[in-house]
């Protein structure tokens, strides 16, 4: 595997879909002053009780954007203080991301598929991974279940996006 793998696989993906997930988010500000109706209709909503709300949807799917391209860069993951509210609130939480996982380079990335990746996901737990598996077991699929999740809590509340909405430009 080459540096350039390891940073093709990670960076570009999440700018790409944190980059049409905030073009989404536009798109639901937009259509609840059409509407009517306030944002914190959509910005609260869920798929199901047990789910997160949107806000939160965003947020974690920042978190994993920013913490994965980080752990494989091997510099400090940023810390955020989860406390956005508003539209405006998470359009500034992905613009921070992705200024952040722009500042990256590939070099950074250097023999991060063999990096061990250590994560505590609760107390006492402990996971180690190496990198690679980390990135394609890990990473990917969270950051696109969150980015999902955002997509369809929208959907399902009357927002006219489709599958070009959510790939964005590639």
Do not use: C, W
């Not at 109706?37 to 978190?63: C, G, K, T, W």
């Not at 091997?74 to 406390?83: L, W």
């Not at 950074?108 to 394609?136: A, W």
């Amino acid at each position: 595997m080459t540096t350039s793998y390891m940073y093709k696989t990670s960076v570009p993906v999440f700018k790409q879909l944190l980059t049409s997930l905030s073009a989404i988010l536009t798109k639901a500000e937009t259509y609840a002053a059409e509407k009517k109706f306030e944002p914190a209709v959509l910005l609260n909503a869920r798929l199901y009780p047990d789910m997160f709300p949107l806000i939160r949807q965003v947020q974690v799917a920042a978190d994993f954007a920013k913490s994965v391209s980080a752990r494989l860069a091997g510099v400090e993951v940023p810390a955020y203080e989860d406390n956005e509210q508003t539209f405006a609130d998470l359009q500034a939480r992905i613009a921070k991301t992705l200024s952040f996982i722009e500042s990256l380079t590939p070099t950074q990335f250097e023999g991060s598929e063999t990096r061990d990746i250590v994560l505590r996901p609760g107390t006492p737990k402990e996971k180690k991974m190496i990198g690679h598996n980390y990135l394609i077991n890990y990473g990917l699929p969270q950051f696109f279940f969150h980015v999902t999740t955002a997509y369809a809590i929208l959907r399902h509340n009357g927002l006219d996006v489709g599958k070009g909405d959510f790939m964005g430009s590639f």
